[in-house]
């Protein structure tokens, strides 16, 4: 164990608010990191250590530079199609099963830069057809959710897009935007982007069909993944399906146990009526 980082109070005082504001845990062990992120910042603040930053983001109330903080404690690195099983059992499974519905509701509950908003928009177009689909998609960060909406990324994020959405659904770069790719506005267009902190009173929106809430309860504790679970399956239909990352279990967290059926390991599935035409 990092001794050092575990007592020292402007980390101790850190990891506190992050769990607070993002449901975050910050062991000891991820000091480096945390100095790693921050470090610029310093720099360009003139803090001489985390111990001026925290004064200056905690006690000195400079809410730009926390909300920049939170951004950059909590942005995780993703790309397309990220986990394939899920988007394979999407396919094959889910939206076959659904195909009668008017319209299909998928929620990406922690989007984050969205190339996984992006990557379901392409999946459900090109399953849906001419039927109605809405996908929402959210996160903590208003820098991650801009860069979701702008929908520019490079290409080493880009290499799990199946060729024939390739061709249909991206814009490659050229020029200045050499080694980038696009996703196209008309397809961009249909994802809903909000601002959300999951550890909140969620906003009323319709019932959803499909949330997505993967690769972000690593971060949480078992009490703060208990209560967001359960706050996002009162959002599903009854029958509706939940998808988590492949490393991340809901297992003894205490949930009721007449909540969801486990499908696979990383796809569960609320219990009650089989779903109706919407």
Request: proline share 6%.
């Amino acid at each position: 164990m990092n001794t050092t980082a575990a007592s020292d109070p402007a980390f101790a005082r850190l990891s506190h608010w992050l769990h607070q504001r993002a449901g975050i845990v910050l062991t000891p062990a991820k000091q480096p990191m945390v100095l790693g992120r921050l470090g610029r910042r310093f720099a360009v603040l003139g803090c001489a250590d985390l111990a001026a930053y925290v004064a200056r983001v905690i006690d000195g109330g400079d809410t730009a530079e926390a909300e920049l903080a939170l951004d950059l404690l909590t942005t995780n690195e993703t790309y397309f199609f990220r986990e394939p099983a899920h988007f394979t059992f999407l396919a094959q499974q889910i939206l076959p099963a659904l195909a009668t519905q008017d319209c299909v509701r998928v929620w990406s509950a922690a989007c984050s830069s969205g190339e996984e908003p992006c990557s379901l928009a392409m999946l459900l177009d090109n399953h849906r057809g001419a039927r109605d689909w809405q996908l929402l998609a959210t996160d903590v960060s208003q820098r991650m959710l801009e860069m979701a909406r702008r929908g520019i990324y490079p290409l080493t994020r880009t290499q799990h897009i199946p060729p024939a959405y390739l061709q249909a659904y991206c814009q490659r770069g050229v020029g200045a935007r050499d080694g980038m790719l696009r996703v196209a506005p008309a397809l961009r267009q249909r994802i809903e982007y909000r601002m959300l902190n999951l550890l909140e009173a969620l906003p009323p929106f319709p019932p959803q069909d499909v949330i997505l809430l993967r690769n972000v309860m690593i971060y949480f504790d078992a009490e703060t993944k208990r209560q967001v679970v359960e706050r996002l399956v009162a959002r599903l239909r009854p029958g509706g399906w939940l998808l988590v990352g492949h490393a991340e279990s809901l297992h003894g967290l205490g949930l009721p146990p007449d909540l969801l059926d486990s499908v696979r390991p990383s796809i569960h599935r609320r219990r009650g009526a089989a779903h109706a035409a919407s």
